[in-house]
């Protein structure tokens, strides 16, 4: 049995990778050529507590590696909003998580607090960012942070994982506590930041 779910996973994850270089061929503005590997997803996915019902925004969710392993421990009345800019991305996450505490949206990050509402709900307990920072400019890299800030109830946490460790200075500006981390067995590796005010 445990061969078997370890198979899955492996077949699973290959499938992904596949999906997402086939996605990154057309659009330059993905992040990376592959995936999250397993162990930057349990990374950070231990940093959240799956015990009791929560609210996850996942900002740049990609095919989905962080979503569905989300899914696997969230509890029946927790909530996960997805927001992805790519088109096919968008399209591959509708099709393959066809799960009622999910809602997918095609749109910017940026529109986190919009999107939320649009969902009844009006803050979240986790914001996950995958999305390259890099690529976007000053300004928009401050506005998409604080509005992520404002949507985050009190006690709140935002995740963000990055090639670069250059959105610490961004953090810094609207958060008083930075946690960093750090992810060897990923390619490239993550640099991963816990903050919370």
Do not use: W
């Amino acid at each position: 049995m445990g061969n078997f779910v370890l198979n899955y996973h492996m077949i699973k994850h290959m499938e992904q990778t596949i999906q997402y270089m086939k996605t990154f061929c057309k659009d330059k503005g993905i992040a990376s050529i592959t995936p999250s590997s397993p162990f930057a997803v349990k990374r950070i996915c231990n940093k959240i507590d799956f015990t009791k019902d929560t609210v996850i925004v996942e900002c740049g969710p990609g095919n989905g590696v962080f979503s569905f392993a989300i899914l696997r421990q969230m509890s029946p009345g927790s909530r996960l909003i997805l927001i992805e800019a790519n088109r096919d991305f968008v399209r591959y996450l509708d099709q393959r998580i066809p799960d009622p505490r999910v809602s997918v949206f095609h749109d910017n990050a940026i529109n986190i607090q919009s999107i939320v509402n649009q969902c009844g709900l009006n803050t979240a307990d986790y914001v996950i960012m995958g999305i390259p920072f890099s690529l976007s400019d000053h300004e928009q890299n401050h506005s998409i942070i604080a509005n992520c800030k404002k949507v985050l109830k009190k006690g709140g946490i935002i995740l963000v994982y990055q090639f670069s460790p250059r959105i610490k200075k961004y953090l810094r500006k609207h958060f008083d506590h930075i946690h960093p981390d750090l992810e060897v067995f990923n390619i490239p590796p993550l640099f991963i930041f816990e903050a919370f005010h």
